[in-house]
């Protein structure tokens, strides 16, 4: 492992402590940077996801009540695109485990959080479901497909006022 690896590793895994410590603050940042077309950091970072996880870009739209994670130029069926999307971010928390836990706040436990991960498709709607743990029960996200634009998209709710009035600013840009 090259000190390069270690330090995007830390990198890496202070962020995603930061999503299990704070959400809300986490989420207002990814906001932020994914909508700064400047960071040419968070423009690597998209470029390497779209590599790994096959598809041309990947973008946050807001909506009323939630925000789209869209994945655009997906060429693969939608179970499929969940599934590796799934296994990339199982694969890289797992990699990560021993540098997140420290910045973990008590009673969060990556491993708990891993084993009850699970993907579950509907062909008759072609909605994937994907569920873990969170604070107060589990958590489900639904991934849509749109085939006239190859766009995978995931709906991430929200009931922060603080990460609604971003989503409200953001619609009306």
């Known amino acids: 492992m090259t000190l390069e690896n270690i330090v995007g590793g830390l990198k890496l895994a202070m962020v995603l402590a930061s999503v299990f410590?704070?959400?809300?603050?986490?989420?207002?940042?990814a906001i932020e940077?994914?909508?700064n077309t400047d960071n040419s950091e968070m423009t690597k970072i998209k470029e390497s996801l779209c590599k790994k996880l096959e598809c041309d870009?990947?973008?946050?739209?807001?909506?009323?009540?939630?925000?789209f994670i869209?994945?655009?130029?997906?060429?693969k069926p939608l179970d499929v695109f969940a599934i590796n999307l799934v296994g990339f971010a199982y694969k890289l928390i797992?990699?990560?485990?021993?540098?997140?836990t420290p910045f973990l706040p008590s009673g969060i436990d990556i491993n708990n959080i891993l084993k009850q991960l699970s993907v579950a498709n509907?062909?008759?709607?072609?909605?994937?479901?994907?569920?873990?743990p969170g604070r107060t029960g589990m958590i489900t996200l639904e991934m849509y497909y749109v085939s006239e634009r190859e766009i995978a998209s995931i709906e991430i709710p929200f009931k922060s006022?603080?990460?609604?009035?971003?989503?409200?600013?953001?619609?009306?840009?």
């Open 57 to 67: 870009d990947i973008n946050i739209k807001p909506g009323e009540t939630s925000i």
């Open 33 to 35: 940077d994914f909508r």
């Open 161 to 173: 006022e603080r990460v609604l009035n971003k989503l409200k600013e953001m619609q009306e840009l």
């Open 94 to 100: 797992k990699k990560m485990n021993m540098f997140i």
């Open 70 to 75: 869209e994945f655009q130029g997906i060429e």
């Open 122 to 132: 509907n062909e008759t709607t072609n909605i994937v479901t994907i569920e873990f």
């Open 21 to 29: 410590k704070n959400p809300e603050e986490a989420i207002l940042k």
